[in-house]
């Protein structure tokens, strides 16, 4: 179904009406708060700041239907995404004001001012409930509203620049530069005059010939906002962009009253272009540091380590390619604590018989194997050189069996075990036609360069989320399927007993074998010296056709985890360790299967 496209051009419209009904209806409202004992107190600005958002709001809900837009609310607030990423976004955003902070208070821009707790503690919770609501409700504005329509007619970085451009447009207005005119006429300003609206809009205006405070501000609104795209972006999610908004916001806050801003010091120094003014982003600091941030969200750091990386690798052999592998697979083993832990505890409940020693260094050996496997995608236009005379197939006649068995098409069950990586690319060099399926990584540079590598050698690679239909369509024709099946699948898996202990398992091999009457070939690449590779090939075998396919298709997936046992058995240090395969939840739900 195609994508309906959102009309920008409306949607302006829009937002123009609601500020124009703001301006007409604003005065008429401040009347009435001013009559109100609990409002009596609120200057035009701040009823003026509410009647616009609600005019906003109420115009947009009036055209909803005629804008075309649906933003994917279920996906944009995944609640799992709360506890994963929700205080370490709210914890860098802090350290990041924080950091700036500092700066500006040695440089003299700030001085301490002594706060009792009380203070603090009072302030801090009407701050905490403010930044909260302000995130949630401008993140929801911006980043799930606009950005999510702008998607729908551009590509999504030119979505989030012009996202931004809005996002820094209408924030620069909150700068106290921009409100030293407002404040200087409210003594005299007539907030009930029928036209203060517009009396309003036009001191605000004013200061926007100032370029030397509009321009810094702007560009460093511009420069959050494109973080805060990037964010929403790469996690598929608001949460991670409202926990940073919120930590912006607060931090600002509280340090604002515990370590005020002394203009007069600032302006003094000369270096507010470099430090910044209040809000401190828009000094050429605060440029940098968010821009840092940008970079490590939108993936151009790990992207540039990648890219370093590869050329190092095309500059030194093979041989001293695993060495730093191997360097790296150690480095990580001991700085990975909690990988390492996972890891370690994984080995000893499946060989309970080996001593410690043996349990740690299986587990070493595991972060070496993986960090080879990453080294051999950077390495592998130089292996694949080698094949067929690099590579061994341990029964491939297997392979031939298989096509002749059913319609003609192959479903290979692998697994995290040797390097998985290899057996896709030598298949299609041996003449197979084969589509795996892969997980993209968050860092989308990074899997973009490495998809173009598998594409060029024949590999075709279908996203997880949409392989259904190319998958059937390969076996169809007599090609190749291979799913990496052995990772913990959650709630929609199937239970099977897997090294002594129930866990999770995708059943997608098995239902897909299923589906298209295809056979199984489970299937695993392991490394031999030499940098050779050895792929051993099961006896491929039909998924059972009864009247109860969920038991069919368990019964298939818990034959492949067997293979896939029977491998590990063999060579344990191969295998991806670091999982979380068994979870407790899942094996207290399913303990009736191991006990059977």
């Known amino acids: 179904m195609a994508e309906k496209k959102v009309n920008i051009k409306l949607v302006a419209l829009l937002a123009l009406l609601g500020l124009i009904i703001a301006m007409v209806a604003a005065p008429w409202v401040f009347r009435v708060t001013s009559q109100l004992d609990c409002t009596k107190e609120y200057i035009f600005r701040k009823v003026f700041n509410r009647v616009f958002l609600v005019s906003e709001v109420l115009v947009f809900l009036a055209f909803w239907k005629k804008l075309g837009i649906e933003i994917p609310y279920k996906i944009y607030y995944k609640r799992q995404h709360i506890k994963n990423e929700f205080g370490s976004w709210v914890f860098v955003a802090i350290i990041t004001i924080a950091l700036m902070t500092v700066i500006q208070y040695f440089a003299g821009f700030r001085h301490y001012q002594p706060r009792s707790w009380d203070y603090i503690l009072s302030k801090g919770a009407v701050a905490l409930l403010s930044s909260f609501i302000v995130a949630i409700m401008e993140e929801t504005i911006f980043r799930g509203l606009l950005f999510s329509s702008f998607k729908t007619r551009f590509r999504s970085m030119y979505s989030a620049i012009f996202t931004s451009l809005i996002f820094a447009s209408l924030h620069i207005f909150s700068l106290d530069h921009f409100l030293k005119s407002i404040k200087a006429a409210q003594a005299n300003f007539a907030g009930t005059d029928p036209l203060a609206g517009f009396y309003h809009m036009a001191l605000f205006m004013q200061p926007l010939c100032d370029w030397q405070v509009v321009i810094p501000g702007f560009i460093g609104l511009f420069i959050c906002s494109l973080m805060l795209c990037g964010l929403t972006m790469k996690t598929g999610c608001l949460w991670p962009a409202i926990a940073t908004h919120f930590g912006w916001v607060f931090t600002i806050k509280m340090t604002g009253r515990i370590w005020p801003y002394d203009k007069e010091a600032a302006a003094a120094t000369g270096l507010q272009w470099l430090l910044g003014e209040k809000f401190v982003a828009t000094g050429v600091l605060g440029w ?89 995608v950077l390495i592998m236009p130089r292996l694949l050189k080698r094949v067929p005379s690099g ?206």
Request: proline share 4%; net charge positive; glycine share 6%.
């Open 288 to 376: 940098i540091i968010v821009l840092i941030e940008t970079a490590y969200v939108v993936g151009l750091i790990g992207y540039s380590v990648y890219l370093v990386l590869k050329w190092i690798c095309s500059k030194i052999s093979i041989d001293s390619c695993y060495k730093m592998a191997d360097f790296f697979g150690n480095a990580s083993y001991y700085l990975g604590l909690k990988k390492r832990a996972i890891a370690i505890d994984n080995i000893r409940h499946a060989f309970p018989e080996k001593s410690d020693k043996e349990v740690r260094s299986i587990a070493k050996a595991s972060f070496r194997n993986l960090a080879r496997v990453a080294v051999g």
């Open 391 to 596: 590579f061994e197939s341990m029964h491939y006649d297997r392979v031939a069996k298989a096509h002749m068995m059913g319609p003609g098409g192959i479903v290979y069950f692998t697994a995290h075990y040797g390097n998985w990586e290899s057996q896709s690319w030598t298949s299609t060099l041996l003449g197979g036609d084969f589509t795996a399926v892969g997980r993209p990584f968050r860092n989308k540079l990074v899997y973009r360069d490495i998809a173009r590598k598998r594409e060029a050698v024949g590999l075709k690679l279908v996203n997880k989320k949409e392989a259904i239909r190319p998958l059937i369509k390969t076996l169809r024709r007599g090609g190749e399927v291979g799913l990496v099946a052995d990772q913990y699948a959650g709630k929609g898996g199937v239970p099977t007993l897997f090294m002594g202990r129930v866990c999770s398992t995708t059943n997608a091999a098995a239902a897909l074998a299923r589906l298209t009457h295809c056979p199984i070939v489970p299937a695993f690449c392991r490394e031999l010296p030499d940098h050779h590779f050895q792929a051993y090939i099961y006896e491929p075998f039909f998924v059972a056709e009864t009247d109860d396919p969920e038991k069919d298709i368990r019964e298939a997936t818990q034959r492949c985890m067997d293979c896939l046992e029977l491998e590990i058995r063999r060579a344990p240090e191969n295998y991806l360790w670091a999982h979380r395969k068994w979870r407790r939840s899942y094996t207290k739900l399913h303990h009736e299967i191991k006990e059977k």
